[in-house]
C-alpha cells in the first residue's frame, strides 16, 4: 500500500489529498438534497469499482451485476426484519449469498465455454430468473415489496437507520475502501494474472495461469463488494421491490461510470460517478419539474452521453484526464 | 522412454483431414531438436497437442517420465514446458516488461521478484530498451522476440519455438540463433519448428520432417537434409 502511494507523484498526493478532504467536509457545506446526489455519486463510484474488477481487469462482461446486488439487499433487509440480525452482521450473509450466486453464473458460463456476449447474456439471465423468482417468495413480500420501518430522527448507525449524514459517510468509506481494494489488486500478482486473461486466455494459459479459477476469483470479488452495495441501498432507500433492484437497469447504471470514466483503471469508477451522477439527477430534477417525465427518457439520455463520450475518449475520460494532469504512471 | 519429452504414436484429425498421422519421436534431454516440414504439414498441431492446446485423438505423450496428454495447458506450462506462438500472441495492451512478468510470476512469489526475471531476460533478448512500449506497438521481430521472453519467463525445462525467425532479417535471425544456442548451453532443451534452414542447421542436433502430417525422416541433420524424399518435399521451399 505505501508502495502504490509513493508510486503517485507529488501534486497527485496534494490532489488526492484535496479530493478526500472536500468529500469528507462536503456535509458541512451543501445542502441534504446535494448531499443525497453525493452518497449516489459515492454509492455509484463503490459499485463501478466491484464491476470494474470483472470486466476491467478480468475481461469478464457482465450485465446482471442487478443480481448481486439485489440477492444482497434482500439478504440483509430480511436478516434484520425477520430475525433481528442487524446489517453489519448480516452483510456477511449477504456477501455469501452473493458470492455463492456469483460462483454459479461463473462455474455454468466458463465451465461450458460460454464466452463474451453469451456470457453476458447468461448474466442477464440469472438476474431475470431471479427476480421472477423473488417476485413469488412470500418470506420477502413476494412482488408487493420489503419495507424497513422509517423514523426520520432515527440516529442508529448500529441499525443503518439515520440521516443522509450516516448515509454519506458509510457510502464514502465503501468507496474509498473498494478503490484501496482495486489499486492493491491491480499490481498484485492475481491483478497481472486477471489482465492476462483480459488480453488473451490462450496465451494466459501457455504461462501456466489457470484461466477458469482467475476468473472465478474475480467473479467472487465482484459479487460480493456489489452484495455490500445491496445492503446499502436496502437500508438507504428502506424498501425493496424484484422489480426494481433486480431490473436490468439497475445492471446497466452500475456500468456507466467504468465505462465512462476508464475500464480496467483505479480512478476511472470514481470520475466517471463523478461526471454521471450528478447529470442524471439534473435530468430527473428536470423532468419531473418540467412534466416531461417520459418513460425511458433516462436510459436514452445516459446512452446518448456513452455513446459521444466513448466517441471522443475511446478508452475513457480518465486516461486523459491522467494524461492532462501530469498523473500517468511514472515508468520507473 | 529415456528423452525428456516422447511422443508416442499420436493422431490428429479435422474432420476428414488428418493433420497428424502417427508421429512418434524422442527429445533428449539438453538437445536442440527441429521439427521441418512444407505448409500445412501439420508441426503447429503437433506443437499444441504437446502444449496443451490441443487434445490428441489417440496416442500418448510424456514428459520427464509422466504422461502429460489430456493436461490442460496451464498444468502443461506448471510441470516446465514453454511456448510460442506461431501467430503472436502479445498481451497487447501491456507493456513489454508486463508481459515477461506475467510469464515470471509462474514461479515467483511477488512482483518485485517477477520484474527482476523479467528484467534479465529482456536484456538477453535485446528488448530492455523497449520495456516501457507497449506490446502492441512492437515491430513483428520484437513481437517473435517478445514471444520467446515470455515463455522463457516461466523457467521451462523444454521451450517449443514455433517459427520464431519467420520475418527477420538474416542478421536478426543471426542474433536469435546465438541467444539460443547461449541458452540451449545452460541446459535448456529446445524443440523447434523452423522454415528457416539457415537457423536448422545452425542450431538442431536432430531433426524430424513431417509431411502431409507424418512423419518422413528423422535423423541428424547431415543425413535428413541428403535424403530425397526431404529434398522433394522442399523443391523450391527454401534454400538448404
Ligand atoms: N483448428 C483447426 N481446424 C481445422 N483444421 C486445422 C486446424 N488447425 C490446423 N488445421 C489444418 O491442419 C493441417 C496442419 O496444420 P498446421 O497448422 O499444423 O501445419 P503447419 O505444419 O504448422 O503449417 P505452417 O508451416 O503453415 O505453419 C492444415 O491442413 C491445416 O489447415
Ligand atoms: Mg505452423
Redo the contacts with the bound molecule.
Keep these: 500500500m505505501t508502495a502504490l502511494w509513493n508510486e503517485i507523484p507529488r501534486h497527485g498526493k496534494w490532489l488526492t489529498a484535496l479530493l478526500l478532504l472536500v468529500f469528507i467536509a462536503a456535509p458541512l457545506v451543501v445542502d441534504r438534497y446535494l448531499l443525497s446526489v453525493l452518497v449516489l455519486v459515492l454509492y455509484f463510484a463503490y459499485l463501478g469499482q466491484a464491476w470494474n474488477l470483472l470486466m476491467g481487469f478480468a475481461g469478464q462482461l457482465s450485465l446482471g451485476h442487478a443480481l448481486y446486488l439485489g440477492l444482497g439487499a434482500y439478504t440483509a433487509t430480511t436478516l434484520w426484519l425477520l430475525f433481528g440480525i442487524g446489517p453489519w452482521i448480516g452483510v456477511f450473509v449477504a456477501i455469501a449469498v452473493a458470492a455463492a450466486a456469483g460462483l454459479i453464473v461463473g462455474w455454468l458460463g466458463w465451465r461450458f465455454g460460454v464466452e463474451g456476449v453469451y456470457f453476458a447474456l447468461l448474466t442477464i439471465a440469472f438476474a431475470e430468473f431471479t427476480r421472477i423468482g423473488f417476485d413469488h417468495l412470500g418470506l420477502t413480500g413476494a412482488s408487493g415489496g420489503l419495507f424497513l420501518p422509517v423514523s426520520p430522527t432515527a440516529h442508529d448507525w448500529w441499525n443503518l437507520n439515520g440521516g443522509v449524514h450516516l448515509f454519506y459517510y458509510v457510502a464514502l468509506i465503501l468507496a474509498i475502501a473498494a478503490t484501496l481494494l482495486a489499486a492493491w489488486l491491480r499490481q498484485s500478482p492475481l491483478g497481472y494474472r486477471w489482465l492476462a486473461v483480459r488480453e488473451d486466455p490462450e496465451a494466459a494459459q501457455a504461462v501456466g495461469i489457470n484461466v477458469f479459477r482467475v476468473r472465478m476469483i474475480a467473479m467472487l470479488i465482484s459479487a460480493g463488494m456489489t452484495a455490500v452495495g445491496g445492503v446499502f441501498y436496502g437500508f438507504y432507500y428502506r424498501n425493496l421491490f424484484p422489480s426494481q433492484i433486480f431490473d436490468i437497469s439497475r445492471s446497466i447504471e452500475l456500468i456507466l461510470g467504468p465505462i465512462i470514466g476508464g475500464l480496467g483503471t483505479i480512478f476511472g469508477p470514481i470520475v466517471g460517478a463523478i461526471i454521471l451522477t450528478p447529470v442524471g439527477e439534473s435530468l430527473t430534477t428536470f423532468m419531473q419539474s418540467s412534466g416531461l417525465n417520459v418513460p425511458g427518457a433516462k436510459s436514452i439520455f445516459y446512452g446518448i452521453i456513452l455513446m459521444i463520450i466513448i466517441s471522443l475518449r475511446p478508452s475513457g475520460v480518465w486516461p486523459w484526464l491522467a494524461k492532462h494532469l501530469r498523473l500517468d504512471r511514472p515508468k520507473s | 522412454m529415456s528423452g525428456l519429452l516422447s511422443v508416442n504414436g499420436v493422431n490428429k484429425r479435422?474432420r476428414g483431414?488428418a493433420?497428424v498421422s502417427d508421429v512418434s519421436f524422442e527429445v533428449q534431454p539438453g538437445e536442440i531438436f527441429a521439427v521441418i516440414?512444407p505448409?500445412?504439414?501439420?508441426?503447429?498441431?503437433?506443437f499444441n497437442m504437446i502444449a496443451g492446446a490441443m487434445v490428441a485423438d489417440s496416442g500418448t505423450i510424456h514428459f520427464d517420465g509422466r504422461p502429460i496428454d489430456g493436461l490442460r495447458a496451464d498444468e502443461i506450462a506448471q510441470r516446465g514446458i514453454g511456448r510460442t506462438f506461431?501467430i503472436v500472441k502479445p498481451f497487447p495492451a501491456l507493456s513489454v516488461e508486463e508481459n515477461v512478468v506475467i510469464g515470471a510470476l509462474l514461479h515467483t512469489a511477488t512482483i518485485d521478484e517477477a520484474r527482476m526475471v523479467a528484467r534479465d531476460i529482456l536484456q538477453q533478448l535485446d528488448l530492455s530498451a523497449k520495456r516501457n512500449q507497449i506490446a502492441a506497438s512492437l515491430t513483428l521481430p520484437d513481437r517473435k522476440r517478445l514471444e520467446v521472453a515470455r515463455a522463457l519467463a516461466t523457467k521451462p525445462k523444454l521451450l517449443l519455438l514455433d517459427?520464431v525467425m519467420a520475418g527477420l532479417r538474416p542478421t536478426e535471425t543471426d542474433r536469435i540463433v546465438a541467444i539460443l544456442k547461449d541458452l540451449n548451453r545452460t541446459g535448456l532443451t529446445i524443440l523447434l519448428?523452423e522454415?528457416v534452414m539457415r537457423a536448422v542447421t545452425a542450431l538442431a542436433s536432430r531433426i524430424l520432417v513431417?509431411q502431409h502430417g507424418a512423419v518422413i525422416a528423422e535423423g541428424t541433420p547431415e543425413t535428413v537434409l541428403r535424403e530425397r524424399a526431404v529434398i522433394e518435399s522442399y523443391l523450391g521451399v527454401e534454400e538448404l
Excluded: Y
Design positions: 479435422f483431414l493433420a516440414g505448409n500445412g504439414a501439420g508441426k503447429t498441431t503437433l506461431q517459427e519448428i522454415h513431417l
